[in-house]
């Protein structure tokens, strides 16, 4: 089936291109689409006919696009059997969101519903793509087209950093480009409340600033003192929603509750157990200060969500739900008589009681609650949907108990994520989540039956910003893709293929670059793989992109690559210390960035890492050969370039096979106290001749390691065979420390020896 499918398509775009050379960088793939011969021509001589009254906005909305993009003005006309026209038929028996599109030379046809026809028309400005002139070319086709689920989403944070009115409208375009349908702003947190509560002044007045943020990496702990903020008004809101209306678009707004609430403590110190005075927060990550479960804060929150309500016309409100720490509920008074007099077992059941409480409010005002997974615990709320954040675990588990779920696994659908190597990349927060991931995502998990799949009621993807300071970063981060998810969530999974995909994504990128849009060209970015070579002590380097976006040219002398370098075609063997440099090329062009690699290639090499105790499994995901694999790894961290161990410490022997001079041993590790990864306390070093008996040649203590990712030791030209290491773990990590009482975890890169 999978070859028919790509024999297809290869089949239909060379006929294409033969044809009309033309391309067709339409994204989302149509379901259904055939390409027949001729083309049609928009010119100032081109009519629109419309069927109906109610289809005049999606009229104009093209009119505007065309008057815009290329200066043509359509000649409105009431004779549907005019030629040289654009016909537009409201059809009310097309199912909803479904169109068909029909081009040829005389004519386009377009029928469907209100939102069919505002797709159709979508489809047709992808196809004008980055055409510009006075006449536009357009290839005979055939569509019909409807998509695979019903929550096609995007996700925006603008708590922990914020974004102008103008840059949430031309998101809104963004989705609406792809045939996204629903918006979901993430509007309050524990940074920035966004959204203006009449009621409630100080929410805005105070909580939507902070007086300060955190700058670069989180383990830094670095901070300024900006004075850091910004609103939306109601009015503002209302623009948006209308809006994003216009373009079929549902805005979700998210009020997070109880926990990612300290803005609003700021605003209002009552509303959190304590009652004691909070700042707005200045940094990331989760705070202790949550709302209080009190019948004061509870009316406070339904006074808030009246207003909401009343803004977002849509049947969901998103109430957060996440990452609540429930150290203030389990010593307040008011918390704990709660759970007394509600008979609750701890306060799991204590937040799912709160949730239920806000769902019962919010029901009675005609609307649903959709909530992150943490929701589930404690037993979920009679009608919430649940948005699986941690996987996908949490929307299996509720689409069996038949609630409707939107899938949104931080595997596959966190934009906030790297898209490729972190060294090549801007700072984010972490993750890997590269394009060809994202395409690959299927939000229907094999666990559920035909029944329960019904409850999948589609995907979204979610773009945290801490780490994205501003709207070209925004760009950066979502684009392209927000392209791969719109084709995961509106193409039939047996109609897609990643090829295809990133044949006309590469077209499409013309429309992008109209749009003078900051996407992502990691795509083009060259993979790097190493592997033992057959001869034991050589590496085997093997390079990878899609054939499709171009050639690999490379360097080994330092030089930057050019068409000039060696084409890529086979594995190249490491045998020696040496800088490699790859890029891609096509049509002359550079595409992407040149991406460097450094192997120092050593005494262990490529030899076998014996350990004592074995690293954690969740931090083994290169297995041992990352420590002889020649490459220091690249920070931020990668984890599939380290080896972690918790608690343990790291004794390991590398047998060189036969003795030989040793002249220094390095090995590298990590720190990054905030994550819980500490330095060893000592490191020594051990050389044997035979493996039984160990000469001890040195020790380093932990305040001597001036440089954690090298730790050296230099040995006076000794003959051994056997190389040990032993580096004792920091242990429990200390009180005030983040992670107090757990064990440290030890994480090691690469171990070289000379
Ligand atoms: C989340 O990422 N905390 C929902
Ligand atoms: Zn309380």
Redesign the pocket.
């Known amino acids: 089936m999978k070859y028919f499918v790509l024999v297809f398509f290869v089949l239909t775009s060379v006929f294409y291109t033969s044809q009309n050379s033309f391309t067709f960088p339409v994204i989302p793939l149509p379901n259904n689409y055939t390409i027949t011969s001729g083309q049609f021509i928009i010119s100032e001589k081109t009519s629109v006919y419309c069927s109906s009254e109610n289809l005049k906005e999606q009229i104009n909305y093209f009119n505007a696009f065309l008057k815009n993009n290329n200066q043509i003005n359509l000649v409105a006309t009431n004779e549907s059997t005019r030629k040289n026209c654009i016909k537009v038929f409201w059809d009310k028996n097309q199912t909803s969101e479904s169109y068909q599109l029909t081009i040829n030379p005389e004519n386009i046809i377009i029928k469907g519903d209100t939102t069919g026809i505002f797709y159709a028309f979508q489809t047709i400005i992808q196809l004008i793509n980055s055409q510009t002139a006075k006449t536009i070319k357009l290839p005979g086709l055939f569509i019909y087209d409807k998509p695979a689920f019903k929550w096609r989403g995007m996700h925006l944070d603008v708590s922990r950093h914020f974004f102008s009115v103008d840059f949430v409208k031309r998101y809104i375009d963004f989705l609406a480009m792809y045939k996204l349908n629903t918006f979901h702003w993430h509007l309050t947190d524990d940074q920035g409340w966004r959204i203006e509560i009449k009621k409630y002044p100080k929410l805005t007045q105070i909580g939507a600033f902070r007086k300060g943020s955190m700058i670069g990496k989180y383990s830094d702990s670095n901070y300024d003192t900006i004075n850091y903020g910004g609103f939306y008004t109601q009015n503002q809101i209302k623009e948006v929603v209308a809006y994003a209306q216009k373009k079929h678009i549902t805005v979700v707004p998210e009020i997070e509750m109880p926990g990612?609430s300290q803005a609003a403590i700021a605003a209002y110190p009552w509303l959190s157990c304590s009652g004691k005075y909070q700042d707005v927060a200045k940094g990331w990550g989760v705070f202790e200060d949550v709302f209080c479960t009190k019948d004061s804060t509870i009316n406070f929150l339904h006074h808030v969500l009246d207003e909401v309500v009343n803004l977002f016309p849509g049947k969901y409100i998103h109430i957060?739900g996440?990452?609540c720490p429930k150290t203030r509920w389990k010593a307040c008074a008011n918390c704990q008589s709660l759970i007394k007099k509600q008979n609750l077992k701890d306060e799991h059941e204590l937040q799912s009681y709160f949730i239920k409480q806000i769902e019962k409010y919010l029901n009675s005002k005609g609307k649903q609650i959709i909530g992150?997974d943490e929701i589930l615990e404690g037993g979920l709320a009679p009608n919430a949907a649940v948005?699986s954040?941690?996987g996908m675990e949490g929307g299996i588990a509720a689409a069996k108990e038949k609630h409707f779920v939107v899938m949104?696994p931080?595997t596959h659908c966190?934009f906030d994520h790297y898209q490729s190597s972190p060294s090549d990349e801007p700072l984010a927060i972490g993750g890997f989540t590269p394009l060809e991931k994202v395409y690959d995502f299927n939000p229907i998990p094999q666990e559920l039956n035909a029944d329960e799949q019904k409850y999948i009621l589609g995907a979204q993807a979610?773009v945290?910003t801490e780490y994205i300071l501003n709207e070209k970063q925004v760009e950066y981060m979502t684009m392209p893709r927000m392209a791969a998810l719109a084709e995961v969530l509106w193409t039939m999974r047996v109609n897609k293929n990643e090829t295809n995909f990133l044949i006309r994504l590469q077209d499409h990128f013309a429309k992008l670059d109209n749009l003078n849009l900051n996407y992502a060209k990691a795509l083009y970015n060259v993979d790097y793989k190493v592997s033992p070579a057959s001869q034991c002590k050589n590496l085997k380097l093997e390079l990878s992109a899609n054939n499709y976006l171009g050639d690999i040219y490379y360097t080994l002398d330092g030089s930057e690559p050019s068409e000039k370098s060696i084409k890529y075609t086979t594995s190249i063997e490491l045998k020696k210390d040496i800088l490699v440099k790859s890029a891609l090329f096509k049509n002359h062009e550079l595409k992407g960035k040149v991406v460097s690699r450094n192997y120092q290639i050593n005494k262990a090499t490529n030899k076998l890492p014996i350990f004592k105790y074995p690293p954690s499994k969740y931090y083994n995901k290169g297995g041992s050969f990352v420590l002889v694999n020649g490459e220091t790894a690249k920070l931020p961290r990668i984890n599939d370039q380290w080896l972690g161990w918790n608690g343990n410490d790291i004794e390991v022997v590398i047998d060189l096979e036969k003795p030989d001079e040793i002249t220094s041993v390095e090995i590298g590790f990590l720190k990054e106290e905030l994550n819980w990864i500490y330095l060893p306390k000592e490191i020594t070093l051990l050389l044997s001749e035979n493996g039984l008996e160990y000469k001890t040649v040195d020790t380093l203590f932990e305040k001597n390691i001036k440089n954690d990712r090298d730790c050296n030791f230099i040995v006076s030209k000794q003959q051994a065979r056997f190389v040990k290491i032993i580096a004792k773990n920091h242990g429990k990590i200390l009180s005030g420390k983040p992670g107090a009482g757990e064990d440290a975890w030890l994480f090691c890169d690469e171990i070289k020896i000379n």
């Open positions: 990612h957060g996440d990452e992150w948005m954040w941690r949104s931080g966190y979610n945290w």
